[in-house]
């Protein structure tokens, strides 16, 4: 029900945006997010989105680089990433929370809806 793209290959400095198309109108009501994870590692917080779009949250390490949007018209959520950094290379993932909460979730235990990822690869 959520299919993320828009991973890749990028040199430092270089840009991507990446996708999360949702099937289904009533994922227009629900808060979304980013998620990364890296080889070893644990699935962290990247970004989050409330449903009109009003409300975002990041993580410190990408403040001021990446921007989340959604555009319900086109049941798609994106994460724009500027000034990719190789300590950014990880499988991004986007989920979406069904529990019409008001604040918006930064733990994976929060979402219940998960695309597979799309990887990202910054080169140095």
């Known amino acids: 029900q959520l299919q993320a793209s828009g991973g890749g290959l990028v040199q430092a400095g270089g840009s991507l945006i990446l996708s999360c198309a949702t099937s289904?109108?009533?994922?227009?009501?629900?808060?979304m997010a980013w998620f990364r994870q890296a080889p070893g590692e644990k699935r962290e917080f990247v970004a989050a989105?409330?449903?009109?779009?009003?409300?975002?949250a990041y993580t410190n390490s990408v403040k001021g680089r990446f921007t989340i949007s959604r555009d319900n018209a086109k049941n798609t959520m994106y994460l724009r990433m500027n000034n990719l950094k190789p300590e950014d290379t990880a499988a991004y993932y986007c989920?979406?929370?069904?529990?019409?909460?008001?604040?918006?979730?930064?733990?994976?235990?929060?979402?219940?809806?998960w695309g597979q990822g799309t990887l990202v690869t910054v080169s140095s």
């Open positions: 989920a979406a929370d069904s529990d019409y909460s008001v604040e918006l979730g930064q733990t994976a235990s929060d979402y219940d809806y």
């Open positions: 289904g109108d009533i994922f227009k009501y629900f808060a």
């Open positions: 989105i409330g449903w009109s779009g009003d409300v975002t």
